[in-house]
């Protein structure tokens, strides 16, 4: 039997949701609450596929429906991208989770706001967490699986495995915390960029490439830590032996909040292409991204 699952707001995540379940045989029922937005779900999900060199043909497994309890019906995973407001997620789940069968996991794509916000004091607490993908999900794998104090450890096996059986690359995080972990790390890292350029120390471009062509080059194969352990000939305890004390220094002098200011901003965004071509360049990047994503596959099948 085809496995189901519906994708609740069909904005610019909930489209990429569907690409990913659909590419994987999945039957995808999608809903939003914008009639004009499921209108053109399937164009958009059409001119998605074509940028990524993804096969359209996999729309057919996508159904939209004009109703969030039809797209509930017997599925057994709901990925919910409603906007990112607690008032709305909020009677976003008391519909979801009176009207999902109760063994329906009901997961948010939220960037921020943590599952115990919109699910504590609902009956089906323990079946709702937060599955944070990054921007566009169906070619960047990660996907932070979030669960609230009240999520069972059986619906985050089952939130794993699924994840897993699409394709992604699930992030288990034992507790909540603010920001996930993606958001945490590039917090910190942002705000020494930012407060880096204010300073004048570096261009916006050199600070650019420092990333892409420098820590990000490495950081595509591998994580940080992984690097750390290849970067001293001992390994991580022979390079925290050498290089901790640098780095601690470094770190209990780096920027923080105040980093993120508007004479920062003002700065930057005088060496940025202007937002009118922010689309055209998001596409062309998306288009890259997928080409890397298919060498990396194909480059791990390989060894
Ligand atoms: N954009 C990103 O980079 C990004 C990355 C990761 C996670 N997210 C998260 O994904 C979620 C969706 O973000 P987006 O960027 O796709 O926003 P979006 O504005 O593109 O889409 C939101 C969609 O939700 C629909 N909607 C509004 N109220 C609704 C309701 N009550 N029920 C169902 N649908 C409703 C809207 O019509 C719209 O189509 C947010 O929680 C956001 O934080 C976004």
Known sequence: MTRTVAII???????????????????????????????????????????????????????AVADMETALDGVEWVQ??????????????????????????????????????????????????????????????????????????????????????????????????????????QAVLLAEALSLVAQGIVTPQGLDNTIAHGLGRRWTLMGPLATINLNAPGGIVDYLDRFGPTMARLSDGAARGAAFDQNTTRIIAASMPPPDRVQDLSRRRNERLAQLAHFLKSNEQDH
Not at 12 to 23: E, P, S, T
Not at 43 to 49: F, G, M, N, S, V
Not at 149 to 167: I, N
């Open 9 to 63: 707001g069909c904005g610019l995540i909930g489209r990429a949701w569907a690409i990913v379940f659909a590419r994987a045989g999945m039957t995808v029922r999608i809903w939003d609450a914008d009639p004009s937005v499921l209108e053109a779900a399937h164009d958009t999900l059409r001119k998605a596929c074509h940028e990524v060199g993804e096969d359209p043909a996999i729309l057919a497994n996508v159904v």
């Open 80 to 185: 919910e991208n409603g906007p990112e407001r607690l008032d709305i997620k909020r009677a976003i789940y008391a519909d979801l989770d009176r009207l999902a069968a109760p063994d329906t996991i009901l997961a948010s794509s939220s960037s921020a706001i943590v599952a115990s916000q919109f699910a504590e004091g609902l009956a089906g607490v323990s079946r709702i967490l937060v599955a944070h993908p990054v921007n566009p999900p169906h070619v960047v794998p990660v996907v932070e699986l979030c669960p609230s104090p009240g999520t069972s450890a059986h619906v985050m096996d089952r939130a794993e495995a699924l994840m897993r059986a699409v394709g992604q690359v699930p992030v288990r995080m034992a507790r909540e915390i603010d920001g996930f972990v993606l958001n945490r790390l």
